[in-house]
């Protein structure tokens, strides 16, 4: 039991290692499960230091006063729905970006890459 423990253990340390890494994945071939923890810790890592930002920015304007804490944390509110805004368009992206590499269609991924990227600019 213990053996299968630090095995699995290890297994985690090295895949999380991989997602740091950035390497390409080719995520059409092997476990849906490995790719979308692979996929995930970026995500992850990038809402966990956006929590330690917000804390430190609260932090840092309490010894202003209440009012200035209340903005601070309207203005998280705010930044909070343009996540969610630009989250969902990143997930929509990446589900037509897959379906087209499931089709093998490389060439659609243009067309889809710059109408997202015209869409975030406007």
Not at 22 to 38: C, H
Not at 45 to 50: D, S
Not at 74 to 86: F, K, Q, S
Not at 102 to 112: A, L
Request: hydrophobic share 50%; with cysteine; net charge positive.
């Amino acid at each position: 039991m213990t053996t299968t423990n630090n095995l699995q253990k290890t297994n985690i340390f090295s895949l999380f290692k991989q997602a740091l890494k950035g390497n390409t994945k080719d995520f059409t071939k092997g476990s849906i499960g490995k790719a979308a923890f692979l996929l995930s810790v970026p995500m992850v890592l990038e809402m966990v230091m956006e929590s330690i930002f917000a804390i430190t920015d609260i932090f840092f304007v309490s010894s202003l006063g209440a009012e200035a804490v209340a903005v601070v944390g309207l203005t998280e509110a705010v930044l909070t729905l343009l996540y969610a805004v630009a989250i969902g368009l990143s997930m929509a992206v990446t589900a037509t970006i897959a379906r087209r590499v499931g089709e093998k269609r490389h060439q659609s991924n243009r067309v889809t890459v710059h109408t997202c990227v015209l869409l975030c600019l406007s």
